[in-house]
């Protein structure tokens, strides 16, 4: 006799399963469950509700090449809000220790090291010199 675990492998044969967006998905929703427990609102319950719903309906479809979209959709937009984000940070910490200037003629942005006077700066892209304070 198969145990427990084999019955829901066979059932799950051939379905989607979880992944990220379902996972964020279904964390959103708990939060949401979470905040009606304090606050009482039908609203934000019915909403996290149909959120768990729609998390099993991906978790049990058998439309696994429409699922798989879905969650590249998820993905893609997930690393590029993830990416800015990032950059935003690491130019947030350069800032102390570096300026970052437009060439005149092209608009190449050049990074140069902050402190150090009035500096001649050579774009790199056109070759054009220019004298900046740093």
Known sequence: MGGFKEKIARFMYGRYGMDQLSRLISYVCLILLFITIFFHNNIVYLIALAGLVYTYFR??????SKRHAENEAYL?????????FNNMKLRARDNKTHRIFKCPSCGQKIRVPRGK?????????????????S
């Open 76 to 84: 893609k937009l997930h690393y590029k809000v993830l990416g800015k």
């Open 117 to 133: 006077g009035k500096i001649s700066i050579k774009c790199p892209k056109c070759r054009i010199e220019f004298i900046k304070k």
């Open 59 to 64: 978790a049990f479809s058998r439309n696994i």
